[in-house]
C-alpha cells in the first residue's frame, strides 16, 4: 500500500498525487486520489482514497461474459509514522476495502478492515536490527443473491477476525574473513471465522505459528545460506452440507 515516502518527494513536507484510468470493454473508470504530510522530522501521516466501476466484457468471439466482471470498489487508507527516537521507527496503518461484485454465480459484497502497528529498531551496533509488527483484520462477506438457478446459498455470510504478530533481529558479524548475517524470529496468525447459512464454508478457528532461522556466510564471491525452521498448524470448525454433491454427502460435518 502507499506510504508517506511514496507521495513526498525528497526534501518536500507536502504533497498529492492522483491517478485517473479510462478502459473499454468492461475497464470502466478508476480514479486514486493521496496527500501526505511531514509536520516535523519526527512526525508525518498520509491518507488516500480509491474508487473502480468495471462492467461486463467481451471475449475473444465478441461474446459479453456473464456475471463476470462486473465491480463497484471504494478503498482508503490512513497513515501516521513516527519516529520517537533517532534509531527507532512506530508506523500506524489503517486500510478500509468495500467491493461490490458479481462471481462464482453471486452478487456479493465484501468489506475488509485491517490495522497495522509496525515498530524499528536500528541502533549503531551490527548485532541488532530488530522489529515488531502487528496486525488485525475484520473481514465481512456476504452472498447477496444467486445469478443462475444453481446459486442455491444466497444469504450466506461469512466474517473473519484475524489477529497476529511477527517479530524478527537480524545481526551482522564477521567470522575471521566471512561476513555472517543471522536472522531470527516469530510468526504467530489467528483466524476466527463465523458463518451464517454457511454450508460448506465452516464456522472454524485457525491458527499458525512458525519460529526460524536463516543464516548467510558470504566470502567474497560465494553464499552457503542455512535455515531451520518450526511450524505449527491448529484448525478446528464445524458446518453442514444441505445440498448433497458428488464429494460431500448432505449433513453436519466437523
Known sequence: TLGV??????????????????????????????????????????????FRNSHLYKNGAG???PFAGEQELTSG??????????????????????NLFSANSYLQNLQA????????????????DFKFNVNANNVD????????AFATASNRRIKDRGLGFDTSNVSRFLLGDIHVRSQT?????????VTTNG???????????????????????FDLTAGLRYDHYNIQGAGEVLVPGPFLPAGPFN
Open 199 to 221: 454450508g460448506v464454508n465452516p464456522t472454524a478457528d485457525s491458527s499458525v505459528l512458525g519460529i526460524f532461522n536463516q543464516t548467510t556466510f558470504t566470502r567474497g564471491m
Open 77 to 98: 487508507l490512513f497513515k501516521l509514522d513516527l519516529a520517537p527516537t533517532e534509531h527507532s521507527t512506530l508506523k500506524f496503518g489503517y486500510v478500509k476495502y468495500d
Open 113 to 128: 478492515d485491517t490495522f497495522t502497528i509496525k515498530y524499528a529498531y536500528k541502533p549503531a551496533n551490527d548485532l541488532i
Open 63 to 65: 461474446v459479453i461474459v
Open 5 to 50: 515516502d511514496d507521495i513526498l518527494r525528497p526534501g518536500r513536507n507536502f504533497g498529492a498525487l492522483n491517478s485517473t484510468t479510462f478502459g473499454t470493454n468492461g475497464t470502466g473508470f478508476m480514479n486514486m486520489i493521496a496527500a501526505a504530510a511531514r509536520v516535523s522530522p519526527n512526525v508525518a501521516f498520509a491518507g488516500a482514497f480509491g
Open 141 to 148: 462477506m456476504r452472498y447477496l443473491r444467486g445469478l443462475n
Open 185 to 193: 524470529g516469530v510468526e504467530y496468525f489467528a483466524d476466527q471465522f
